[in-house]
């Protein structure tokens, strides 16, 4: 399955995909007064008052994340999900983030500041992917595999 906002733009074009693909093509809509519902290429739409619930069904039932270019939204769920496997809330998962141009700067914004001051690891950069190419995406979730656990029981500072 494919589940996207249910938006418009690059969300109606991967849901269109999974149509089209004869797949399964779902949406998680948020109920805002200037949002104009969910678009015609959803089979199983479900609206949401609140954001923290639409972003607990988007990790619950992910087996892994392409983010595209977006705004407060997008990047608030793609924080979510960067916290909840970096603190082991929910097992890991592949986080790819398409378009290098776009997601580069604040890559290394947090590399050049948050890693720098201390405020999070190098380590947490590992939790993302940053690609290009679509194909490449998808396939980096397909074939993703988790990392073997630390050896020495080596706990994640939250």
Not at 27 to 37: A, V
Not at 68 to 86: I, R, S
Request: no cysteine; charged share 20%.
């Amino acid at each position: 399955a494919v589940i996207t906002g249910g938006g418009p733009g690059s969300m109606e074009a991967a849901n269109r995909g999974a149509v089209e693909g004869n797949g399964v093509s779902v949406g998680l809509g948020i109920e805002l007064p200037f949002e104009q519902g969910l678009n015609q290429w959803v089979d199983l739409g479900i609206n949401f008052r609140y954001f923290f619930a639409r972003k607990t069904m988007f990790v619950k039932y992910a087996q892994g994340f392409i983010v595209l270019p977006g705004g407060l939204g997008t990047l608030d769920e793609l924080f979510e999900a960067m916290v909840l496997v970096q603190t082991r809330k929910v097992t890991r998962f592949p986080i790819v983030l398409l378009g290098v141009d776009f997601w580069g700067p604040m890559i290394d914004w947090i590399r050049g500041t948050l890693v720098a001051e201390g405020m999070v690891s190098e380590k947490d950069l590992d939790l993302i992917q940053v690609v290009d190419d679509p194909a490449e995406a998808v396939q980096l979730v397909l074939h993703w595999t988790a990392p073997a656990p630390a050896a020495n029981g080596e706990q994640r500072p939250e």
